[in-house]
């Protein structure tokens, strides 16, 4: 059982579109991370979310954490090709020093 | 550049045989977790290493293996390799205060391939 869905699994769109991402779960979690993932790379953090309810901007990305803390999404307005890439949304659960990720959405930006 | 080095960058083993992953750590890190990044799937967590010590561990058999040095740099050693262990194994450095886990930062991977 995945403890973090992650929904769509693939999304391919046109440059200068919106989208939106989603990472759910059943389970609460002390904070949430968003990372990107380049074929050949390791992850790299884009964000971290910790309180209920917040919302985070990073130019064009926003994110939000669930009021719960179960679930959050990425929106990402007018996408560039170079938005291309696997989103992977992880979380920490209270006391524990290990991060759960979910399966990633893997995003492509056609010009 | 995270400053997170893993080598080697690709590997090709056989089943039942053993290997060796290493990780530079970022300088100034004391902690690194290990991850298994499976074909299309996110990754899973191993083990992590604190100062030397173990600090908690997926749900992995006992052939997985590790070690952290005293500079915190790190291996992953498995033992008769199976063909379900071709993955990308993944290094994460942190800088951990007690037992809360800083930012992770991640390596490039070792990508290894059991036949």
């Known amino acids: 059982t995945q403890l973090l869905e992650q929904s769509p699994q693939f999304l391919s769109i046109q440059e200068g579109e919106n989208l939106t991402v989603y990472c759910n779960s059943s389970?609460?979690?002390?904070?949430l991370q968003w990372y990107r993932q380049e074929p050949g790379e390791g992850p790299v953090l884009l964000v971290t979310?910790?309180?209920?309810?917040e919302v985070k901007k990073l130019k064009r990305l926003t994110f939000q954490f669930g009021d719960a803390r179960k679930d959050s999404s990425l929106h990402i307005t007018a996408a560039q090709t170079g938005d291309t890439g696997l989103y992977l949304c992880?979380?920490?659960?209270?006391?524990?020093?290990?991060?759960?990720f979910g399966k990633g959405t893997k995003l492509t930006v056609n010009p | 550049e995270t400053g997170v080095t893993q080598s080697p960058t690709h590997l090709i083993k056989t089943r039942g045989q053993q290997v060796t992953l290493r990780c530079s750590s970022q300088?100034?890190?004391?902690?690194v977790s290990w991850y298994q990044q499976a074909l299309g799937q996110g990754p899973q967590f191993i083990f992590q290493?604190?100062?030397?010590?173990?600090?908690g561990r997926g749900n992995f058999p006992p052939r997985f293996s590790g070690l952290q040095f005293p500079n915190y740099s790190s291996e992953l050693n498995v033992n008769a390799l199976e063909l379900d262990d071709s993955a990308l194994y993944l290094c994460?450095?942190?800088?951990?205060?007690?037992?809360?886990?800083?930012?992770?930062?991640f390596g490039e991977g070792s990508r290894l391939t059991v036949l």
């Open positions: 994460a450095s942190s800088l951990s205060r007690g037992r809360i886990t800083g930012e992770l930062f």
């Open positions: 389970s609460v979690f002390s904070s």
């Open positions: 979310v910790v309180t209920g309810g």
């Open positions: 992880a979380g920490v659960k209270g006391g524990s020093e290990k991060l759960v």
């Open positions: 300088s100034g890190h004391n902690t």
């Open positions: 290493y604190y100062r030397e010590e173990e600090n």
